[in-house]
């Protein structure tokens, strides 16, 4: 069975994509698997069956923002002869994208041309934003509307984002299939002979957008004395006014660190103690937020502070995971941390380990989605 991953946009920045990529990988022949996508540099690794065809470059992840109109258009012209080149050369086959417009550009090509052999499937990783659309965000919407019956599988990973999808785009023809951007269980060992004593090292990964809890979190940390000694780590990408207001807090125990390689966040990872996910309720991206740093967290045993959103309670099954508290409220959010800095110990890595790998482990979802190959699209 041949795959086809295309995207007017890049995988390179969704860790999931690279996941799946591996797997189905396991699943095909020898280089059987096209990725089609612009191209950020210094990213994700994949698989060497993976046969990658760039329609842009990007140098790094802020020039995905920074794109000119004949960028544009041109790439939806590489897009485009990809994607029908694929389509003639393979009657038979997976085709995957993570974005609208390409999506509407696959179920167009299939009206069209015919190519009813092939199978498509829509993984969603953003929302549209009522609020923010554009013309253009309304016009791929009612495309979608008048094609989706030729849809074959919509990915999502977040159970209210998938209720909300089928709202605005009317009843769902198609299967649905609930894949958390979740990662795989991580195999070394906690260091158990860690003395209960050590300093915490408290850390937010990834991007911190201005307008979440970044300036309540600064609150907090800056006045968390008398339990036991502490280090706060900013690691990855801040934009100017938010990186502005972390260093004017001018505290001596908090580490900026630049963005990094996917590859390289392992090294951090392991000595991380507690987790902080900043998303405030600023639009349903965020609201049904479903952030796979969290998995990440939990799957190196690191427990996880964040707000009570929608896209949150539900995952939060488990007390020894972390703590979902008001951060609106200082106190609470305080205390929370407090609470988590003195609690833990050195059996906490491994407990949280064990929860994730039991229930949230990638494994778990791909197993269901090689049944949905299996049943409907390669036999």
């Not at 417009?101 to 090509?109: A, G, H, K, M």
């Not at 990834?206 to 609150?219: D, I, P, R, S």
């Not at 966040?265 to 000595?271: A, N």
Request: net charge negative; with cysteine; glycine share 4%.
């Amino acid at each position: 069975m041949k795959f086809g991953f295309f995207t007017i946009s890049t995988f390179d920045l969704i860790p999931l994509c690279k996941h799946i990529t591996d797997h189905v990988c396991l699943l095909s022949d020898e280089n059987s698997v096209d990725m089609v996508q612009c191209q950020v540099a210094n990213t994700l690794e994949y698989h060497n069956k993976v046969r990658k065809i760039s329609i842009g470059e990007f140098a790094g992840r802020t020039d995905v923002r920074l794109q000119s109109f004949q960028f544009k258009i041109a790439k939806y012209f590489k897009l485009i002869y990809q994607m029908i080149r694929f389509q003639i050369k393979n009657r038979s086959a997976i085709c995957y994208t993570v974005d609208l417009p390409t999506l509407n550009i696959f179920l167009l090509i299939r009206s069209l041309f015919f190519f009813n052999r092939n199978y498509v499937i829509y993984h969603q990783f953003e929302i549209l934003e009522p609020d923010a659309y554009t013309a253009y965000d309304r016009f791929n919407l009612a495309l979608f509307k008048m094609m989706k019956k030729r849809l074959d599988l919509f990915i999502c990973p977040e159970a209210n984002r998938i209720e909300y999808f089928i709202e605005i785009s009317g009843k769902a023809t198609y299967r649905t299939y609930l894949f958390p951007n979740t990662t795989t269980p991580t195999h070394w060992v906690a260091d158990t002979h860690i003395s209960n004593d050590k300093t915490i090292t408290i850390a937010h990964i990834g991007t911190a957008v201005g307008g979440h809890y970044t300036q309540q979190f600064l609150e907090v940390i800056s006045d968390l004395d008398g339990i036991r000694d502490y280090k706060v780590q900013f690691i990855g990408y801040l934009p100017t006014e938010v990186k502005n207001l972390v260093q004017s807090y001018n505290l001596p125990h908090l580490e900026l660190i630049d963005d990094l390689p996917h590859k390289k966040l392992q090294e951090y990872y392991g000595k991380i103690d507690i987790g902080i996910i900043l998303y405030k309720d600023l639009g349903i991206n965020y609201k049904y937020c479903a952030p796979n740093k969290l998995y990440e967290y939990w799957a190196n045993g690191i427990y996880v502070i964040a707000h009570p959103l929608d896209g949150l309670v539900s995952i939060f099954a488990d007390d020894k995971l972390g703590k979902l508290c008001d951060m609106d409220n200082e106190a609470e959010f305080k205390n929370a941390v407090l609470s988590a800095m003195e609690e833990w110990d050195n059996n906490t890595r491994v407990q949280i380990m064990a929860i994730f790998e039991e229930k949230y482990s990638i494994k778990r979802y791909f197993e269901g989605l090689s049944r949905i190959l299996s049943e409907q699209f390669i036999n």
